[in-house]
């Protein structure tokens, strides 16, 4: 049997390792919708809604096992802003998730090709939040409050993206007014994406949090 303690210690551990996995996953899906998009994918679509189940099943246990951690072993201080802190990062992270199922049913819903979906601003924020994504889980590996800091300035790029993007498509709406479906399912999509940002930029929040026991507003 594991000693109580040691057992106490792995369970932190498992929850980091966890909590990696989730962003691996959530961030693989919101780069395969994103693909899916641009191939006008159907089956991929598909694939990426029925595997959100597995996500909200790992972000369930992740809950569990942080709500278990705070009533059977009462942590203090920085064990205790670290499973909290896990906590928020799981709900971004799972949110993430269900944006990317969002966009993947812009693809599977849809009747007919999208043929604006070239627009080269959408794939370059999918490519920007999976770099993000991927930095701030070894910000959080690492407990570097100052790398969490600097991971959110891509988030400036991401804004500066939507907006772009969301000119060029309404402007196309406006010449072609022919292709106001696929402009607006295109204008949800550049929005889910802005929105990916912002909560990748929470979980930067609170690595700092997290690191430093300091509450900073970094979106």
Known sequence: MIPYRQRYRKDLSDLKRLTKDLADRVGEAIERSVLALTDSN???AREIIKNDQ????????IENLCMELLVLQQPMARDLRRIIGILKIGIDLERIGDLAVD???VTAQSH????????EFIPRMAEISGRMLRQSMEALEKDDADMARQITKWDYEIDGLYVKARDKLLNIIIE???VIKEGTLLLMVNRHLERT???ICNVCETIVYMAEAKREHLN
């Open 42 to 44: 159907v089956e991929l």
């Open 54 to 61: 597995d996500v909200d099943d790992l972000s369930i246990r």
């Open 103 to 105: 966009i993947a049913r």
């Open 112 to 119: 007919n090709k999208i043929e604006i979906t070239k627009l």
């Open 176 to 178: 072609r007014p022919e």
């Open 197 to 199: 940002g912002d909560h």
